[in-house]
């Protein structure tokens, strides 16, 4: 058991999809696996543990930004052994290229947290990074799946509400999207020898103003989570 996740060593799978939202894990939970066990509810951030064709499969929900998201990766990684620790979220896709509903894989992360910055030494300007075998299961498993993703780098935001942002710059520099978590996931990954990846569907796009409903976020996740489940066979089978 730890501060914020009550479990017991041995109920969380060596591999976790993490949404922000508690209740996207409780669908997850209940929508894609089998015998599922809840084994957290300590400030509602609820976790559960099943299997998706056989094979075992947590999913524990972080909250949003990447202070919270901080705490359960450490959480799960130093007090449960998880190997592999997937985000399963929501982005907000950036130019007219990304398209509502569009699945974005993020081999990079770029940020301008100061937890990340504050890490290293001054001068040292350190580049998150997804673990590169992860995002090779996924990229395959969604065209096994027919499904359409996109990869590149993305950006996690200290702030939700930043109006002073260069969202035009980010696009000229390859950023397909911003998010709040993704950062602090892949340091805290390569800090601990783990491997870590962010997948995420676009809900909305700060170009054009299109935005999902908040019915239609939950419905437009299945693919998502069926990439995610299937890399997590990858992953268990290694």
Do not use: W
Request: charged residues 20%; proline residues 2%; contains cysteine.
């Amino acid at each position: 058991m730890s501060t914020h996740i009550g479990a017991e060593m041995g109920d969380i799978a060596p591999t976790v999809l993490m949404p922000g939202d508690p209740l996207r894990a409780k669908y997850i939970a209940e929508t894609f696996l089998d015998d599922v066990v809840q084994y957290n509810a300590v400030r509602n951030a609820l976790g559960f543990t099943g299997t998706y064709k056989g094979h075992r499969v947590s999913v524990q929900g972080t909250g949003m930004g990447i202070p919270s998201i901080s705490i359960y990766t450490n959480e799960l990684i130093k007090f449960f052994g998880v190997k592999h620790l997937m985000r399963v979220g929501s982005i907000g896709g950036f130019g007219e290229t990304i398209k509502i509903r569009d699945i974005l894989i993020a081999s990079s992360a770029s940020t301008d947290s100061a937890i990340i910055q504050n890490t290293f030494d001054h001068g040292v300007i350190y580049a998150p990074t997804a673990d590169f075998s992860m995002l090779l299961k996924a990229y395959q498993s969604a065209q096994e799946a027919n499904v359409e993703v996109k990869v590149g780098n993305i950006f996690s935001a200290d702030r939700f509400y930043n109006d002073e942002l260069d969202i035009q710059q980010l696009i000229d520099y390859g950023c397909l999207g911003t998010e709040m978590e993704t950062a602090a996931l892949y340091m805290l990954a390569a800090k601990y020898g783990v491997s870590a990846l962010s997948i995420n569907t676009v809900s909305d796009n700060l170009t054009t103003g299109e935005a999902l409903s908040a019915q239609d976020r939950q419905s437009s996740f299945a693919d998502m989570a069926t990439v995610a489940l299937e890399t997590a066979i990858k992953c268990d089978e290694d």
